[in-house]
């Protein structure tokens, strides 16, 4: 049988579990050593990691609460995705087979909540607007950390004037072109079209967090805020 549509086009394909009817309960996964691990270090996250307790505020503040069991899904994964974002189900997938350290864990969930930021507070038309696509892909490389200098030089990548930028450009691209039946040169355009405006886009941080010392200043900054229309 041919793959679906669905499938072929929008990345489902990644995320196997993701099938209909092949979804464990939560007994059964709790067998599974990944699984348990991934719950564990996804707990770690959003009580420790300031990107994800910023981004976990403010998806409450704007009606979206997140919780634990309903909103994020551990599941095995095709071997080149460390996670999604499942706008049907709004529903994070957290690739257990993949990650595998708490500090990886902590990208991927920062990155994917920025992904379910975007799709709490605008109307995001994921499978059909590939501009709004891309948009929240240049939003998350940038804001998640993936781009930091740190996780740059351990994959060996190096360089001075707008490395950031490229860096989440170059990511942006290829998350596209995961997920989208798309060539590259379309995808290419569709990324410079929306850069700029996306890239500059720093909500809800107020900043670029370039480590997690950034992050934890976004946060009190985010929390004193919050404060203080408390009390208008």
């Not at 706008?87 to 595998?100: D, E, M, P, W, Y």
């Not at 991927?108 to 995001?124: G, M, P």
């Amino acid at each position: 049988m041919g793959q679906t549509k669905q499938e072929e086009e929008y990345g489902y394909n990644l995320f196997p579990e993701r099938k209909k009817g092949t979804l464990r309960n939560s007994i059964e996964q709790s067998l599974f050593t990944f699984n348990h691990k991934c719950q564990v270090m996804l707990q770690f996250a959003m009580e420790t990691s300031p990107y994800a307790k910023l981004l976990l505020s403010a998806m409450k503040s704007s009606g979206c609460k997140v919780f634990k069991d309903r909103h994020f899904s551990c599941e095995d994964c095709d071997g080149t995705v460390s996670g999604g974002f499942d706008a049907t189900t709004s529903q994070i997938v957290l690739c257990q087979n993949n990650i595998h350290q708490q500090s990886h864990m902590n990208r991927v969930v920062t990155h994917e909540l920025i992904h379910a930021f975007d799709h709490c507070r605008a109307h995001v038309d994921w499978f059909n607007n590939y501009r709004h696509l891309a948009c929240s892909e240049i939003r998350a490389a940038n804001l998640s950390g993936d781009c930091s200098f740190t996780n740059e030089a351990t994959r060996f990548n190096f360089g001075l004037k707008q490395h950031h930028q490229e860096c989440v450009r170059g990511r942006a691209l290829r998350s596209i072109l995961a997920v989208r039946n798309i060539s590259r040169k379309e995808a290419e355009k569709i990324v410079d079209e929306v850069f700029d405006t996306c890239f500059n886009d720093h909500a809800p941080f107020g900043r670029i967090p370039h480590s997690k010392k950034d992050a934890k200043f976004a946060y009190r900054d985010y929390e004193s805020r919050d404060r203080y229309y408390a009390n208008l």
